[in-house]
């Protein structure tokens, strides 16, 4: 049987020919995986591009974008790459240290700790390096950080947000908040016109930052920009930015939980965008895209009636201070490969992967579509 691509309509791209993602299939390429599937006549399995099982004969592969044509298709989901979970998770390593992470927050991890769980520290730091772009300890820290952040932003001490975020020394938890957020942890008041909030999210958490009436940035705190956005957000509202609960924030947050628990894919909190006419034009574009669809950069600049500025797209697409309410982890490349995401392109898999299950759970059932 010949091998085919099958293109889901409303996309507006190709997925690349078989030949490359055979290629990709065989070299374990990670660039598609989320945005293609491997299906194999000869098995009745599907499975991500990245899958370690043995490869498939070049003729038993068929090609599909999204998990459920490989479903509807009569293919059953592959036991070894779990096409159905999210990549990290598929890894028993990784899901087994995040589950003891969520357990003992507040332990300060070592990598002795990780030896007493039975675990190689090269696999394990390869595989967090590969799915998260951190280390499993670079991941704890960061836990520990916001321990010490929510006491702060209830009002607590400086001194108790330390011992609450399990740091011995003062110093090195000045240290660590500034490499985070730019600044010492004493300098976030609460008091301030902007503030900065924690929230948690299944891939991960992020900080949003609102006046009363607007939502101004809304980050992943392991963003290695992230300290530059808060330094030029301060430099553009004249005042340092303070610490606690906006409106705008809280809205936020319930939104992100609605989006990915699968109950909503809008989103309706206020947003202030800073930057130029062009630039805002791209990110007006980019939250016209389907909740579950992505488009190329020349897609986007075709839709603003700039067909030649594909580059300029991209680095407005990159210049986003609001991740995912101005989705910019539906633009791709033009070949339908993932390309540069701030928050890391493990995350932009798995944002466009939830969505496309959210459209499918939302064209299921009419009434939840809003």
Not at 26 to 48: E, K, M, N, P
Not at 74 to 96: N, S
Not at 245 to 274: C, I, K, N, V, W
Not at 287 to 292: Q, T
Request: hydrophobic share 40%.
């Amino acid at each position: 049987m010949a091998a085919r691509i099958v293109v889901e309509s409303p996309m507006l791209f190709d997925l690349p020919d078989h030949d490359t993602l055979y290629a990709a299939l065989l070299a374990r390429d990670d660039r598609f995986d989320g945005q293609a599937y491997v299906c194999v006549s000869s098995t009745g399995i599907f499975c991500r591009l990245t899958c370690p099982a043995r490869k498939p004969k070049r003729g038993n592969c068929t090609f599909y974008p999204t998990i459920g044509e490989c479903i509807e298709a009569g293919f059953r989901p592959c036991k070894r790459c779990h096409p159905l979970q999210a990549a990290a998770l598929a890894d028993p390593t990784i899901a087994a240290l995040l589950l003891a992470l969520d357990e003992r927050p507040d332990l300060r991890w070592s990598e002795a700790h990780v030896e007493q769980l039975g675990y190689d520290l090269s696999t394990v730091r390869r595989s967090f390096k590969r799915q998260f772009g951190m280390t499993f300890l670079e991941m704890a820290r960061q836990r520990r950080i916001r321990e010490g952040f929510e006491t702060l932003a209830v009002g607590g001490k400086v001194i108790t947000a330390q011992h609450d975020a399990s740091f011995d020394s003062a110093s090195a938890f000045r240290a660590a908040f500034a490499r985070l957020l730019g600044c010492a942890p004493g300098e976030l008041r609460q008091d301030r016109l902007l503030r900065a909030t924690w929230i948690a999210t299944p891939l991960g958490d992020m900080i949003a930052v609102s006046s009363r009436s607007h939502l101004h940035l809304l980050e992943f705190v392991d963003r290695k920009g992230l300290p530059a956005q808060l330094k030029r957000l301060q430099q553009a509202s004249r005042e340092a930015i303070g610490i606690g609960m906006m409106p705008p924030s809280e809205q936020a947050a319930s939104e992100l939980s609605d989006y990915f628990a699968a109950r909503s894919g809008h989103f309706r909190t206020p947003l202030a965008l800073a930057g130029s006419a062009f630039t805002r034009q791209v990110w007006d574009a980019l939250r016209e895209i389907p909740v579950g669809e992505t488009r190329s950069y020349g897609d986007i600049a075709r839709r603003i009636g700039r067909p030649t500025a594909t580059r300029a797209v991209a680095r407005a697409n990159g210049a986003n201070q609001i991740a995912l309410m101005s989705p910019c982890h539906r633009g791709i490349g033009a070949d339908g490969s993932l390309t540069g995401y701030g928050g890391g392109l493990w995350r932009k898999q798995r944002l466009i992967e939830i969505e496309r299950q959210l459209k499918a759970e939302l064209l299921a059932m009419p009434d939840r579509r809003s």
